[in-house]
């Protein structure tokens, strides 16, 4: 991790620069950086003179890419969930474990009867660990609070934790997880939960700007099409960006209702079909693919990447880090399934962890995941000649560094 602290830096020595907006740099490449943003990419022999007296960081002939952005995770969780993917091996179900009150209520009971420094320095742990794998930018999500209180402490951890790890952290209130265990076993204890949720917690998450935008899971066991759409609803109302966990584990109708929307994202997308695709395509909503937890969770059914890609939608990847069904940290470990599972070439699985999950996130495209004049100083070096080395390397951490500049997120 480098965290260059001047206005002005050069960063040279570079074998290769993946820039993503263009044609890749080759040869003796320096990046020229003034206030966080790139000036200057290109020759080092070519560098602008203004940047005579800049900091140097020497890349020690790596290559370079833009920081990965991971764009939907849950890193605010305190236990490990091994013993449910015991249960997983030996056959049980993600509805079954849910049902015995493990899976999401699992993890809820424990952040409940954590306190705050203990959540808070888990989360601390998680941010670490996705930024030593190359990640900058990182989408974190609430969902194991399931109360207004617990809410609000996950979505605090998560600001504190970006902070000391050096990341940027976009919020995201995902109280719409799950129905809490002390709001089950009857309506109107359903119906309860509905209203903390559109009437509390997600006007309270919005006005403190611990979140930016809201989630909710349609699914079976979880929340239907029209329990979803009133849950989004209330979020724009309060003036939160959109996304859906969507089409999982069933047809359940999460992809449309996200399109119908104008949802930033759909996301897992397993069970959408060629509709769906063509409905997120005429609502520009993006397709964040998770293939970690269809991995993790053994299911035979992959996303439609390929059409997803020929039919034009947006295309993003994410680990989908969390402790119940993708406890992966290791984005380019989720670019190796992406390739082999979902058909995508290495270069677009690149693109998809750094301009698709931007345009995901609904960040500038000019700005963010790409390395041009204007763009943010954060980038990724790593033990590569070439990008598509990446995915070819299943599993481990080629990553050298993430490098960041002062002013890189203002």
């Known amino acids: 991790m480098f965290d260059l602290d001047a206005s002005m830096v050069v960063i040279e020595n570079l074998r290769r620069v993946a820039t993503l907006c263009g044609d890749a740099l080759e040869g003796d490449t320096a990046l020229g950086v003034r206030n966080g943003r790139v000036r200057f990419a290109g020759p080092r022999a070519s560098l602008p003179r203004e940047f005579a007296a800049a900091a140097r960081h020497d890349a020690g002939g790596r290559l370079l890419t833009p920081a990965l952005i991971d764009c939907h995770t849950h890193p605010a969780f305190v236990h490990a969930r091994a013993d449910e993917w015991r249960m997983k091996l030996a056959g049980a179900s993600y509805e079954e474990i849910a049902s015995r009150g493990g899976g999401i209520l699992s993890s809820a009971a424990h952040v409940r009867g954590a306190g705050n420094d203990r959540l808070a320095e888990a989360t601390l742990h998680h941010l670490r660990a996705l930024r030593a794998h190359g990640v900058a930018v990182v989408e974190c999500k609430s969902g194991y609070g399931l109360s207004l209180e617990h809410e609000l402490r996950q979505l605090r951890a998560i600001a504190w934790a970006a902070e000391q790890a050096g990341v940027k952290a976009i919020g995201t209130c995902l109280a719409a997880h799950a129905l809490p265990a002390e709001r089950r076993g009857s309506p109107e204890l359903r119906e309860q939960y509905l209203r903390e949720v559109c009437e509390q917690i997600l006007p309270q998450a919005a006005a ?203």
């Open 208 to 410: 403190a700007r611990l979140a930016l935008r809201a989630d909710v899971f349609c699914e079976r066991g979880a929340f239907s099409v029209e329990e979803a759409r009133r849950v989004a609803q209330a979020a724009r109302a309060c003036g939160l960006a959109l996304t859906v966990h969507a089409d999982q584990l069933s047809h359940s109708g999460g992809a449309r209702l996200a399109a119908e929307l104008g949802a930033q994202s759909a996301d897992h997308l397993e069970y959408s079909d060629e509709a769906d695709i063509a409905a997120m395509q005429a609502s520009g909503t993006a397709a964040v693919l998770l293939p970690g937890s269809t991995f993790f969770l053994r299911q035979e059914r992959w996303p439609l990447a390929r059409r997803m890609l020929d039919a034009g939608l947006n295309v993003a990847l994410s680990t989908d880090f969390n402790p119940g069904s993708s406890p992966v940290c290791n984005p380019a470990f989720i670019m190796h399934l992406a390739v082999t599972r979902l058909g995508m070439t290495p270069e677009e699985s690149l693109r998809a962890f750094t301009r698709g999950a931007a345009a995901a996130l609904g960040l500038d495209g000019q700005e963010w995941g790409c390395i041009q004049a204007g763009s943010r100083a954060a980038f990724a070096i790593w033990d590569v000649e070439h990008e598509q080395e990446l995915p070819y390397y299943a599993g481990s951490n080629l990553c050298a560094g993430v490098i960041t500049c002062r002013g890189w997120q203002d």
